[in-house]
């Protein structure tokens, strides 16, 4: 087989088998198949698409890369994951969450892509914390703490690790199969008994509409539970971030401010809803109280310190993680020029104003700058006073400042009342 003659079936839109499939991805994970070929690949597929079999074969393909995990422990094996959006750390509160109420999650997550942060990017920018533990480590500090945020190793879904990064930078981020393919490909991996989705749609996520949430919800479940693992999916909504800062260190910090009972808000209320979906796909009930239980009495944030120092970090993170977090040399307020009540906000322009800020990579060898970002970012519907910021700019330097301010007054309309949406739109299993 070669991979150019997969390349062109895909070029003309003619059905590729699984065989190929599987010989694609073995491919990108020995490194037979070059970087040119992986990008035409995604491209292709971002350009013509997969059948539902051949979105299956392709996932499964994947999986078996590498090394697939099982797991001995005394409780469900469970995660969540985001489709990704702005502002969204729902990560770093849902899983020590979920440990402090008896599952076991052992998160393998990705890195940003296109206009949205990525877990393990978040995480980066705690001093030490190792996202690429050997297997052994894992295993410790899921068993010991009940969950870890790791990336996968190069055993678990090689094949997703070539792709992932190729499609970071190459603009093919928005395809139902693959993100059907590179998101499940590493769930499965892990070995989960069960699994919540959370299908983003609105201006910061990558389905736009309600229509392509449904479709890309509806084709993981599918192929989820096809491959043995109980799977459901929240579509939840992203015309606005979720939490009022975009940014690496700016959102752990946003993490830490719920699960140490300083704030709430929508990422507290969104991080309750998906907790209390996995619970109950585990076998929990009356989740929801649990969870908040969980928060208040701070076994949750608990569980997150010793996650943190299981993995090379700070052993006082959670008490004082305010002095591990980068400060950047140029903080600037964003002020209103009138007043007025925010009517849009553009997500997806915020999330590219920080990767322009070095808060992304937009090209595969960029070296992310965690300390940059926005915050106190205003909310859909607030009231704004003129010379009131509607949001701070956390920036390297002041040409990156000028640029960011630019892209933050074009992203940030004042007008009539928006219509508001709800949190949690749908669900689907």
Avoid at 335 to 362: F, H, K, N
Avoid at 364 to 389: A, Y
Wanted: proline residues 4%; negative net charge.
């Amino acid at each position: 087989m070669d991979a150019r003659q997969v390349i062109a079936r895909l070029r003309k839109g003619e059905p590729v088998d699984a065989d190929a499939l599987r010989w694609f991805a073995k491919g990108l994970a020995d490194g037979s198949v070059s970087d040119a070929q992986a990008g035409a690949f995604a491209m292709g597929v971002c350009l013509r698409g997969l059948s539902d079999e051949g979105r299956v074969a392709l996932t499964m393909a994947m999986r078996d890369s590498g090394h697939v995990m099982q797991w001995d422990l005394n409780g469900p094996v469970v995660d969540k994951h985001s489709t990704g959006g702005v502002g969204d750390c729902t990560s770093l509160v849902i899983a020590p969450a979920l440990a402090a109420c008896g599952v076991y999650v052992p998160m393998i997550s990705g890195r940003g892509l296109g206009h949205t942060g990525g877990t393990l990017d978040k995480l980066d920018a705690i001093p030490g914390y190792m996202t690429n533990p050997d297997e052994s480590r894992f295993r410790s500090v899921v068993k010991d703490v009940g969950c870890a945020i790791v990336g996968a190793n190069a055993e678990i879904a090689p094949a997703d690790r070539r792709l992932y990064a190729v499609r970071d930078v190459s603009a093919t981020v928005e395809s139902l199969d693959l993100i059907c393919a590179s998101i499940l490909s590493k769930k499965l991996a892990a070995g989960l008994e069960a699994l919540v989705l959370d299908v983003k749609v609105g201006t910061g996520a990558f389905m736009k509409s309600p229509e392509e949430a449904r479709a890309l919800s509806q084709a993981m479940v599918d192929t989820a539970n096809d491959a043995g693992c109980k799977t459901s999916v929240l579509i939840t909504g992203m015309d606005e971030p979720l939490a009022p800062a975009l940014g690496n260190a700016l959102e752990v910090d946003a993490a830490m401010r719920v699960l140490t009972g300083v704030e709430k808000g929508p990422l507290y209320e969104l991080s309750i809803a998906l907790g209390a979906e996995v619970l109950a796909s585990g076998g929990i009930s009356d989740g929801k109280t649990k969870l908040e239980q969980a928060i208040s009495s701070g076994a949750a944030a608990d569980r997150f310190g010793r996650m943190v120092y299981g993995l090379g970090g700070p052993i006082s993170f959670v008490e004082d993680w305010k002095r591990f977090m980068p400060e950047p040399p140029v903080i600037r307020a964003v002020e209103a020029e009138r007043s007025g009540q925010v009517s849009t906000i553009d997500g997806e322009a915020l999330g590219l104003a920080v990767v322009a800020l070095g808060g992304g990579r937009q090209v595969e060898t960029d070296q992310i700058n965690p300390m940059v970002g926005l915050s106190e970012v205003v909310r859909l519907g607030e009231r704004v006073e003129k010379g009131q910021p509607l949001a701070r700019i956390h920036a390297a330097r002041l040409e990156q400042a000028d640029i960011a301010e630019a892209a933050v007054r074009q992203a940030i309309r004042l007008g009539q009342e928006p219509k508001k949406t709800e949190l949690v739109q749908e669900r689907i299993a």
